[in-house]
């Protein structure tokens, strides 16, 4: 088994070597405190991180006071611990701060085991807190990017959509196809994992939430959607109508303009040709016939709305820019 310290674990590490330098340092009680903190509030984006570190925060400041006022009034003793469980937990939940739970309860232990309360034992407390905390926050200043994952999953989810628009042109052109329809699986899958991966990627950005990777493929997902939706039809299509071969054309030629910039507009003006086009035809004279062209009007209907979810993520994105240059 191939042995890897993660970039997590790196800084995880570090970030125990300075808290627990800096509280030996200034030769404060309960030293390693500082560094189980530190541990508890490195996480996985910068966000993330300043949440959980606020969460934890206000919870120690929140179990210290109300440790202190049960401890004196009732001792220092078992029952008094377990009493101040009971009521501190619910109260912490109340403030939406559950991810400090565990750290203040170390917190509390201190109190717990120095058996008195003073003003050097609080401020040794906030000490710990704030270099095990402000140590994790540092740390999770660095988050590297994803930038080139998030690039090359793009392309892959691009090379997939191109081959199921092919084999689909394929298929409705010929009526038939060998084809095992493996790359929808594989797109669904790509564009799930990408997903996660642009979130977090969105996540590390503080003073922002705009990612457009992530709008990316929750497009792509959208379409595969419709893609899947349309699969039935096919099934339906028999025997040769002259619409088949228009469509087939079409399918072919958005296969070769898959990309992120491709022209929306154009396409969707061939659609509406394409439509036009076979209303003036003359009404089908078999059964067959009607069913074939009920399909592929159908299948054009469906890449009409294929289109228009591209379209509609690209006119989000120019509101949401005129909006930021609104004065």
């Known amino acids: 088994m191939k042995f890897r310290i993660g970039y997590r674990t790196l800084k995880t590490a570090i970030g125990v070597l300075i808290s627990l330098s800096i509280a030996q340092l200034l030769e404060l009680n309960f030293a390693s405190s500082a560094a189980i903190i530190t541990i508890l509030c490195i996480s996985v984006t910068r966000r993330n991180s300043l949440l959980v570190s606020w969460a934890r925060f206000i919870a120690c400041i929140i179990g210290l006071i109300m440790s202190s006022v049960l401890f004196e009034l009732l001792g220092y003793t078992p029952v008094a611990a377990a009493l101040f469980i009971l009521l501190f937990i619910p109260v912490v939940l109340l403030v939406k701060a559950s991810d400090g739970i565990v750290t203040s309860s170390v917190i ?36 590297p990017s994803k930038d080139k994952l998030l690039r090359q999953r793009r392309m892959q989810v691009e090379e997939l959509l191109k081959a199921t628009l092919k ?4 298929y409705i052109r010929a009526g038939e196809s060998n084809w095992d329809g493996n790359e929808l699986p594989q797109l669904d899958k790509v564009l799930k994992e990408s997903k996660k991966v642009a979130f977090v990627s969105m996540q590390n950005h503080l003073l922002s939430e705009e990612n457009h990777y992530y709008h990316y493929f929750s497009m792509r997902e ?34 070769r303009a898959v990309s992120p910039t491709n022209s929306v507009a154009y396409f969707l003006l061939q ?24 399909s592929l009007l159908l299948i054009v209907f469906e890449f009409e709305q294929y289109l228009k979810t591209k379209d509609a993520l690209w006119v989000q994105k120019s509101d949401k820019k005129r909006s930021l240059s609104k004065p």
């Open 167 to 170: 084999q689909l042109s394929i």
């Open 271 to 294: 659609l509406e040709e394409m439509r036009t086009e076979f209303r003036n035809m003359p009404l089908p004279k078999t059964r067959e016939e009607f069913e074939s062209r009920s």
């Open 222 to 255: 959208k379409q595969l959607e419709i893609i899947e939706r349309l699969m039935p039809h096919l099934t339906r299509i028999n025997g040769s109508v002259p619409q088949q071969e228009k469509v087939a054309n079409f399918l072919e030629e958005l296969s």
């Open 108 to 143: 509390v232990m201190h109190l717990y085991v120095v058996g008195e309360t003073s003003i050097s034992f609080y401020w040794n407390e906030l000490q710990l807190i704030f270099i095990g905390i402000g140590t994790a926050l540092v740390m999770n200043l660095y988050m």
